[in-house]
């Protein structure tokens, strides 16, 4: 359990330093009025810029911290979509059974054919060919949100489904019927607590993968646009440097992507371990 809590203090601190941007950034790298072209491509070390600069004058630094609060935000609303939508469904396919269960699974089967970034690619295009390119913009945020939501909620449905399966068969909910209780009460008050601990497993695994979504579709160009760029984002400007010689565009936002997410992911791992 002590690589949880190692796990679970470096994704805090990672959390935390993205929250607090605007206070530990010193510089909004995304305000024109604070970028100087002279001050690009500097390397690590550089006065003003203890991790070089980008070819635009922006501080790498202040660009991760704020490019981090934006992967953070997505990925963590994401996957609270996909829990929203997927533990209902879950619930109710594994408690209701018969044509019920089968129909949303088969649903659910038929989703987990696709890799859940190409539904989140196939979505978030569906959206911007939809709206005008200005809306599209200010939108980006809850299009993505919906589009990562929309393409993990599955996984989520799935094992929500086979801890309702497991306690429906409880002698506590045989009890509850026979003591008259209804369908709609046994299934939230005796059932659903009992899906709470794989989901919230699922949900710490989820956070990890839907921001490397986020990253994949940003880092594709298809997901935030440049003035509001995640980590994703600027590892793909990143790499137009890369082979001149200025590493740093892409390294430092590359780690401060896979830090997080394998953190995420020994967190999820000692949780899992927690329960057995």
Same mark, same amino acid.
């Given at each position: 359990?002590?690589?949880?809590?190692?796990?679970?203090?470096?994704?805090?601190?990672?959390?935390?330093?993205?929250?607090?941007?605007? %206070?530990?950034?010193?510089?909004?790298?995304?305000?024109?009025? =604070?970028?100087?072209?002279?001050?690009?491509?500097?390397?690590?070390? +550089?006065?003003?810029?203890?991790?070089?600069?980008?070819?635009?004058?922006?501080?790498?630094?202040?660009?991760?911290?704020?490019?981090?609060?934006? +992967?953070?935000? &997505?990925?963590?609303?994401?996957?609270?979509l996909a829990a929203l939508l997927g533990m /209902?469904?879950?619930?109710?396919?594994?408690?209701?059974?018969?044509?019920?269960?089968?129909?949303?699974?088969?649903?659910?089967?038929?989703?987990?054919?696709?890799?859940?970034?190409? &539904?989140?690619?196939? #979505?978030?295009?569906?959206?911007?060919?939809?709206?005008?390119?200005?809306?599209?913009?200010?939108?980006?945020?809850?299009?993505?949100?919906?589009? #990562?939501?929309?393409?993990?909620?599955?996984?989520?449905?799935?094992?929500?489904?086979?801890?309702?399966?497991? *306690?429906?068969?409880?002698?506590?909910?045989? *009890?509850?019927?026979?003591? $008259?209780?209804?369908?709609?009460? #046994?299934?939230?008050? =005796?059932?659903?607590?009992?899906?709470? $601990?794989?989901?919230?497993?699922?949900?710490?695994? +989820?956070?990890?993968?839907?921001?490397l979504d986020e990253a994949t579709l940003s880092? %594709?160009?298809?997901?935030?646009?440049?003035?509001? /760029? +995640?980590?994703?984002?600027?590892?793909?400007?990143?790499?137009?440097? &890369?082979?001149?010689?200025?590493?740093?565009?892409? &390294?430092?936002?590359?780690?401060? %992507?896979?830090?997080?997410?394998?953190?995420?992911?020994?967190?999820?791992?000692?949780?899992?371990?927690?329960?057995?």
């Open positions: 359990m002590t690589g949880g809590r190692v796990a679970g203090a470096v994704l805090l601190a990672a959390v935390l330093a993205a929250a607090a941007a605007p %206070l530990l950034a010193a510089q909004n790298p995304f305000d024109l009025a =604070h970028l100087d072209l002279m001050d690009s491509l500097l390397p690590p070390g +550089s006065p003003g810029f203890p991790l070089g600069s980008d070819g635009q004058g922006r501080d790498v630094l202040s660009a991760i911290l704020y490019g981090a609060r934006l +992967s953070f935000l &997505v990925g963590g609303l994401a996957v609270g /209902p469904a879950g619930l109710v396919a594994g408690y209701a059974g018969g044509w019920t269960d089968a129909l949303l699974m088969r649903l659910a089967d038929a989703q987990l054919a696709f890799p859940a970034v190409l &539904v989140a690619l196939l #979505i978030d295009g569906a959206a911007r060919a939809l709206l005008a390119r200005g809306r599209a913009e200010a939108l980006a945020v809850p299009v993505l949100v919906l589009a #990562i939501g929309l393409g993990r909620w599955p996984q989520f449905a799935r094992v929500v489904r086979g801890a309702a399966r497991l *306690a429906r068969g409880r002698d506590y909910v045989a *009890a509850a019927r026979l003591a $008259g209780v209804g369908g709609g009460r #046994i299934l939230f008050a =005796h059932v659903a607590p009992n899906a709470l $601990g794989p989901a919230g497993v699922l949900f710490t695994l +989820s956070l990890g993968l839907a921001v880092f %594709l160009g298809v997901g935030l646009p440049p003035t509001r /760029p +995640s980590l994703g984002t600027l590892i793909r400007v990143g790499t137009e440097y &890369v082979l001149s010689g200025q590493w740093w565009t892409v &390294v430092f936002p590359a780690l401060a %992507l896979a830090v997080p997410v394998l953190a995420v992911n020994l967190l999820g791992d000692a949780l899992r371990a927690a329960r057995r």
